[in-house]
């Protein structure tokens, strides 16, 4: 499968713990976003990588909140001392830099703080 | 930022009618996509139609980006059509995504 990967699909934690998502995306895509999606709502942007460097972030994302993509591969997001509102569904994308830019997105990971 | 429209918000079908779904957005865009999103949570790309009209099976779609809208026609609707269809657009000198609310289609047997 050459798609988009997330880890983990589901992730269950306690209000204050912190937690760490992984995706791996297309291999040739140098492109790389994080987009949230809670119930009833279209996916939000959070951040966004060319290569290893992130060059936006979303006002959505918190000082929780940190990502990051060594060497221009996969990308973790990490968000700290977890709150109720951070349950939600956590996007990955991936698209190639040039004159067809179309994204394809993982599975997602569905956190859900208690 | 720019703004994406879809409607309507819901819609209810019998099997086997068509229908047409809106995407208005309100800046020049480089990029346009169509997504269905699976009851698990994942988008599935149905069109990447920045421009012109599209087809694949019984799915199809066309952009007009001058007057800055796009349609997603769905023909004899299945059960298996039954999901939230998103319009994602890209906008001139950006790199994101930008995502309209999603119309909620439900297909009944």
Known sequence: DTGVSQNPRHKITKRGQNVTFRCDPISEHNRLYWYRQTLGQGPEFLTYFQNEAQLEKSRLLSDRFSAE???GSFSTLEIQR???GDSAMYLCASSLQGRVTEAFFGQG???TVV | GIQVEQSP????LQEGANSTLR???SDSVNNLQWFHQNPWGQLINLFYIPSGTKQNGRLSATTVATERYSLLYISSSQTTDSGVY???VLRSNDYKLSFGAGTTVTVRA
């Open chain 1, 69 to 71: 993509r060594p060497k």
């Open chain 2, 23 to 25: 995407c208005n957005f």
């Open chain 1, 82 to 84: 977890t709150e109720q």
């Open chain 2, 9 to 12: 918000p819901d819609l209810i």
């Open chain 2, 86 to 88: 998103f319009c994602a």
């Open chain 1, 109 to 111: 990971t569905r956190l």
